[in-house]
């Protein structure tokens, strides 16, 4: 079960750390965020290290279906409600810098990259695509409104972005990591301050970056209540027809659509991780009734952060952890929002001014309605009996029948049916 990006991929490898070492700048996971933050630290003349527990681009990054767009979903005409035109065209901005970087970048590295149009449609709403439209009037972004796309279903229409691109991730990854202080398979047991100890060494460091999809350092920042995890799924169809173009429904439960070379990569049966869904058994019989021809060639899953506000945590991990930093709760945008994160990471440990920072703090309020939610979540896995509980927080697992996995839906952790840890921010394996 492993995705298209890693069977045409082969990915540099990196040597175990032996020994204690000293660096400026720490950073945890080897995932897209990881080694962009290094690269551009690199760059910039800063020493750094990455450590990752397994093996780089093994977790969400290595499952993304990589579309690098700027059309996050409906959220621009949320971000005009909750933030304000000057913040919403912010977020445009820093997205839209992210999309222009890796259309650079990828001029000098085979990666695939292409660029699509990026659609965003609704099956039976097209009252929010027109508020999606005007939103998009109002912050100065010209898209477009079709009503009618080249899927199978039937839509009432959707919201198109011109000049957005997909690439292959890891083919990407595999170029900018190669001369990268990396080391795999070493995993943080523990941070002492800013200091990380591991198996075999200690990692002595000014600043410390946890790029570990969802933060693992509990006393600070109060991410168990500002995030929750949500799980999705992809096939891999050959003999389908080509989409030419990246689609979302503007649902969360509905159905994404791209291609890679002879592929139609379709997503889609998604749930909060712990919950039930409709997981590749949707997608499989979506497949059967529109794609009847098409032959499965590749499948698999992925787990995404989710934000409070829609907005992803990029910063200083807490007003009280100064030479801490964070990037977590992409909400499914993990290609442009890690290109952004890196920029403003890069920025903050070099002590200079980024425009887009302020609106990416993990520190700004927590007052929204999802944060009842996660609370309500949290109370209710700790209130559960069960036989099998998450070492994380101690709340109950819940088993996952398409995935042979024990998940928890407080906060996104799974383990194997043998207990080895899958998804943190379980920090070890289930006790036996």
Wanted: glycine share 8%; proline share 4%; aromatic share 10%.
């Amino acid at each position: 079960m492993e995705s298209v990006w890693h069977e045409e991929t082969k990915l540099p490898s990196f040597q175990k750390l032996h020994g204690d070492i000293h660096t400026d700048v720490l950073i945890i996971g080897g995932g897209i965020v990881g080694i962009l933050t290094a690269y551009f630290l690199k760059a910039a003349g800063v020493d750094c290290v990455v450590v990752e527990k397994g093996r780089i681009c093994s977790g969400t990054t290595g499952n993304t279906t990589a579309k690098v767009t700027s059309q996050h979903g409906l959220i621009y005409s949320k971000l005009l409600k909750s933030v304000g035109k000057e913040n919403a065209r912010r977020y445009l901005s820093a997205n839209e810098n992210a999309l222009r970087r890796y259309e650079i970048m990828s001029r000098k590295i085979d990666c695939d990259f292409e660029i699509k149009d990026s659609f965003v449609y609704s099956v039976d709403n097209k009252k929010k695509l027109e508020d999606e439209m005007q939103a998009l009037a109002e912050i100065g972004f010209k898209a477009d409104f079709t009503e009618s796309i080249p899927l199978p279903i039937k839509t009432v229409g959707a919201v198109r972005f011109p000049n957005q691109a997909q690439f292959n991730v890891l083919k990407f990854l595999s170029a900018v990591s190669q001369d990268l202080p990396i080391f795999e398979n070493t995993f943080v047991r523990e941070m002492i301050g800013t200091d990380a100890v591991t198996d075999n060494g200690r990692i002595s460091a000014k600043k410390v970056v946890c790029a570990t999809h969802f933060p693992f350092i509990n006393k600070h920042g109060l991410y168990p209540f500002k995030l929750y995890q949500h799980r999705s799924y992809v096939i891999a169809l050959a003999d389908a027809e080509n989409v030419n173009g990246m689609y979302v429904d503007e649902n969360k439960t509905g159905m994404s659509f791209r291609n890679y070379n002879d592929l139609l990569l379709i997503g889609g049966g998604g749930h909060r991780t712990g919950k039930s869904g409709g997981n590749w058994n949707e997608l499989r019989r979506f497949q059967a009734l529109h794609y009847p021809n098409a032959k499965e060639k590749f499948f698999w899953s992925a787990q995404d952060c989710m934000s409070l506000d829609s907005v992803p945590y990029i910063g200083r991990y807490s007003k009280n952890t100064p030479d801490f930093f964070v990037a977590t709760g992409f909400n499914k945008w993990g290609m442009t929002s890690s290109m952004v994160a890196a920029e403003i990471l890069c920025d903050l440990i070099t002590d200079k001014k980024n425009d887009f920072a302020g609106l990416f703090s993990p520190s700004r309020s927590m007052l929204r309605p999802q944060l009842a939610v996660n609370g309500f979540e949290s109370v209710v896995g700790l209130l559960t009996p069960s036989g099998k509980r998450c070492p994380h927080l101690g709340c109950a697992l819940k088993y996952n029948k398409a995935e042979h996995s024990w998940d928890c839906p407080c906060h996104g952790s799974r383990f194997s049916g043998s207990g080895k840890v899958l998804d943190n921010p379980a920090n070890g394996d289930l006790k036996k």
